[in-house]
């Protein structure tokens, strides 16, 4: 077990888990206490350190037990029906919040960040600058860095089970471009960039366009511009396009948000930004 403020108590609990329910008050205690300290960003379901993504187990069980021990609750939330275990966050310092966007108690969002008309599911991570834009969802325990652009339709998977499993993790100053799906505990390292409609996947293939060099699977690289593409490959039944991720360059330090650049290479590339 990993570093981590959780009451070693929600162990204790999952380790018995199936005889747990709504109806029993001390664990349901427990459990919202737990859920309540990442709520408020005190405790992460995942954090980065050095290379690696480190895995706050406990924080995964305690959601994981939030969903057995809350009862269903009826509600409404900006005139829909909601039925729900889990209730939405209702306060949010320093973040602005637009409306149809909605986020899940048990996730948090820094001041200075935006959402949009969104979906920021429990376990979830915003930082501060991020926009999480329009119809753009950041699934469950998903990790999202400080200065962040999700655009449009964007989609970053969640990841509850195996407890151990490493979430999405979106670096400081990266750009998602429209519809592009990052998920299966794929990483997007610091002030890389994807073009539209790219898809990231833990299996996904890496290329460097100019070297033809492979690179880690289901990795954005640090500072790179990347967009979507296919490699052929041979089968009995003929050769087909396989999806992979194709990095055309790499940004210099301290163009990570230099918008214009990033647009020219794209349209350099016969890439629409």
Same mark, same amino acid.
């Given at each position: ?21 709504? /109806? /029993? ?10 859920? /309540? ?13 050095? /290379? ?18 809350? !009862? ?20 949010? =310092? ?12 048990? @996730? ?8 949009? =008309? @969104? ?20 699934? @469950? ?17 969640? $990841? ?6 490493? =979430? ?34 833990? @299996? ?14 289901? $990795? ?11 490699? $052929?490959?041979?089968? =009995? ?5 396989? !999806? ?8 210099? !330090? ?20």
């Amino acid at each position: 077990m990993t570093d981590t403020t959780i009451d070693p108590v929600i162990d204790e609990l999952w380790e018995r888990r199936a005889a747990l329910g709504p /109806d /029993d008050e001390d664990a349901r205690a427990q459990v919202v206490a737990a859920v /309540d300290l990442l709520d408020a960003g005190e405790a992460r379901v995942a954090r980065i350190e050095g /290379d690696d993504v480190i895995v706050d187990e406990r924080a995964k069980r305690a959601i994981l037990l939030s969903f057995t021990v809350l !009862p269903m609750v009826k509600g409404s939330h900006g005139g829909s029906f909601v039925h729900d275990r889990v209730p939405l966050k209702t306060i949010f =310092p320093g973040v602005r919040v637009v409306a149809g966007a909605i986020a899940r108690w048990g @996730s948090h969002v820094e001041p200075g960040a935006v959402l949009m =008309p @969104s979906f920021t599911n429990i376990g979830g991570y915003v930082g501060s600058g991020s926009m999480v834009d329009t119809w753009a969802t950041v699934g @469950s325990c998903a990790q999202v860095g400080r200065n962040v652009h999700l655009s449009g339709g964007v989609g970053l998977g969640g $990841v509850l089970e195996p407890p151990q499993a490493a =979430p999405v993790v979106v670096e400081d100053d990266a750009f998602i471009g429209s519809r592009s799906m990052v998920v299966e505990g794929a990483r997007v390292r610091r002030g890389a960039k994807l073009g539209a409609g790219a898809v990231l996947t833990a @299996s996904t293939r890496v290329f460097e366009a100019e070297t033809g060099a492979e690179l880690a699977r289901g $990795v954005a690289p640090e500072r790179a511009i990347c967009v979507g593409s296919s490699r $052929v490959r041979g089968f =009995p039944g003929g050769d087909f396009g396989l !999806p992979c991720l194709l990095v055309l360059r790499y940004l210099e !330090p301290g163009q990570e948000h230099d918008k214009l650049a990033l647009n020219e290479v794209l349209r350099e590339h016969g890439v629409a930004p």
